[in-house]
């Protein structure tokens, strides 16, 4: 299982995301976030630090704002947290890898949801829907509906997922989820992550998968 560490905004925490073997680091590029990352990281900070795959997270953002980010940060990936239509998936992904992310609550109706995305995405986010709020809610979704997924495009597990929810997650038993994706359970305030937290919670996760 890939591991994926979201909301980073300093350099000195990217660097240890490297040295811990983390293969994705997540860079919020939504103002309203807590998380923002441009006015605390610059692309050419960013760009430099090599070993560690570069996700930039957007919410309904314009297509040429996430095109030049993509370039400033070197981005390999985006992330589209808002509600981007198929056809927006489709021009990012002429540039990048495209990660599409949904909410979910209690209940899904999967093919709605998802069926137009398959062929325009790379893989989907399944986070929790918390009121408004696009993601970093530390709120977990009813993960009984993963065992109900009808397909075999790969996904990220996100939302509220902290220490206490390793054993359970090491228990799924999922063909199709490809990676964990963790935020606000592992940071000291928003923004700044606790790399102890991250040591311990990807040492466990290493442990049981091979890398
Ligand atoms: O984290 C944010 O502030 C955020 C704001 C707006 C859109 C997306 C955001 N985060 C995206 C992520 O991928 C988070 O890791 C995901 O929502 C899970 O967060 P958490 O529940 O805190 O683990």
Not at 32 to 41: G, L, Q, V
Not at 58 to 75: K, M, S
Not at 143 to 151: D, I, K, N
Request: glycine residues 8%.
């Amino acid at each position: 299982m890939k591991i994926k560490v979201c909301g980073i905004t300093r350099k000195e925490d990217l660097q240890r995301l490297v040295e811990y073997q983390v293969h994705y680091a997540g860079l919020i590029f939504y103002e309203k976030s807590p998380r923002f990352a441009a006015p605390k990281i610059d692309g050419r900070t960013v760009r430099e630090i090599a070993g560690i795959k570069k996700v930039g997270v957007f919410v309904n953002a314009l297509l040429e704002q996430v095109q030049r980010t993509i370039l400033d940060y070197g981005l390999d990936m985006v992330q589209l947290h808002g509600d981007e239509t198929p056809a927006f998936c489709a021009a990012i992904r002429e540039q990048v890898q495209v990660i599409k992310a949904f909410r979910l609550g209690e209940d899904v109706n999967w093919s709605a949801l998802l069926a137009a995305y398959i062929p325009v995405t790379d893989y989907f986010l399944f986070d929790t829907e918390a009121g408004k709020a696009y993601g970093g809610t530390g709120k977990r979704f009813n993960w009984e509906l993963l065992q109900t997924y009808p397909y075999t495009h790969p996904f990220y597990l996100s939302g509220g997922i902290g220490l206490d929810e390793t054993p359970e997650l090491l228990e799924l038993q999922l063909p199709a989820l490809f990676a964990v994706d963790v935020n606000s359970r592992f940071e000291d305030r928003p923004g700044v992550k606790n790399m102890e937290k991250v040591r311990l919670f990807t040492d466990q996760i290493q442990s049981t998968y091979l890398k």
